[in-house]
């Protein structure tokens, strides 16, 4: 558990001084709305527990020193060699103090100190936990008077241009913006960010979010030729994304192939089911929420297939063993599962999860219980 202690004992180590501050910033998991970014499209993420703490003080000489203590790796570069193009876990929080100096905000020599307990990789945005930690404390530090939106689409440029990852902006929005019990719904076409009331427990309901711990593979060319063809798709139906479609029959009968028609089906139905979970959440029914979920990953195995076998597994372990509903989280090809559980049930459900992959021979999963968490913010 990365604890605020940690960090600041080894911004002492380091620097011989307490650091001026500790600022932290989540991980997120999408709820539902997968694969409607790029077509400009909605999604509801949330910001989980598990988050990325930074202990950072200015310098008096004219370094960037950054250290992840995870990694137990400290660099150090001249604040005038501030440019893209390195590699690394430091192009991260390199990249946010580029970003904002790019976009003509005064920053100076700064230490951060860095530690994580956002799983890697998991596809639970480890990496905008650390840029959104680091927005947080360079804008105190340096009395950067920039709005939460703002700094997320600036972290978000960091991971763009700087790091060289073409992601959209949930991440960074989810992990600046959501706040405890909320969920983000964010209009992928006009930024537009909206919190939504999500009260899990005391509705009586949990989020198990599980790890399949299956390895990517081919990750980056499957999602090249789906988001290809969507684009293809919506050439053809003359439109400026598949956002656009206000009636699937006719836009479908309009399109030359099945599999084409069945990737447009996918993106369309997912955009109205994260739409009427923002309008259900906000109308306090919860209790529909599930079925959406159901019906997200009986659309992303059939129609969109970007699921594999340990992913469609642990849906149907977890709603055996009791889950309400469950679907895929994330890109796809691997990753997590959510499963929407009743209160105290979370535990058990990622228990029988395990035995089922145990069963089949797959790699054991790793899982938590989620509750929705705050935003990037001050520590200490
Ligand atoms: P994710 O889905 O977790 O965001 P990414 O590949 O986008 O996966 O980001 C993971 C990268 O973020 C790591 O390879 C590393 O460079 C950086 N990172 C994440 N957590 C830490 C950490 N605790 N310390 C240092 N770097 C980290
Ligand atoms: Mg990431």
Redesign the pocket.
Known sequence: MTTAHVVATHYVDLTGSAPEGIWFAP?RVNLIGEHTDYNDGFVLPFALEQR?LVAAGSRSDDLIVMR????D?TVRMPISDLAPGRG??S??PAGVLWALREAGHRIGPITLV???N?????????????ECAVMAAACDLFELDISPIERAKLSQRA?NEYVG?P?GLL?QAASTLCQRETGLFLDCRTLEATLVPLPLSSKGFEILVLDTHTPHSHVDGEYGERRATCEEAARLLQLPALRDIDDLEAALAKLPDERMRRRVRHVVTENERARLAFTLALQGHLEELPGLLDASHASMRDDYEITVPTVDLAVTAAKTAGALGARMT?GGFGGCIIAWCRSGDGSSIGEAVERAFAEAGFTAPAWFVAHPSEGAGRLI
């Open positions: 991980g990325a992840a203590i995870d990694l790796e690394g876990w192009a991260y860095l530690s994580s956002v799983p890697l990789g998991a596809g639970l945005s480890s990496s905008a936990a650390i991971e990852a992601t991440d994330g």
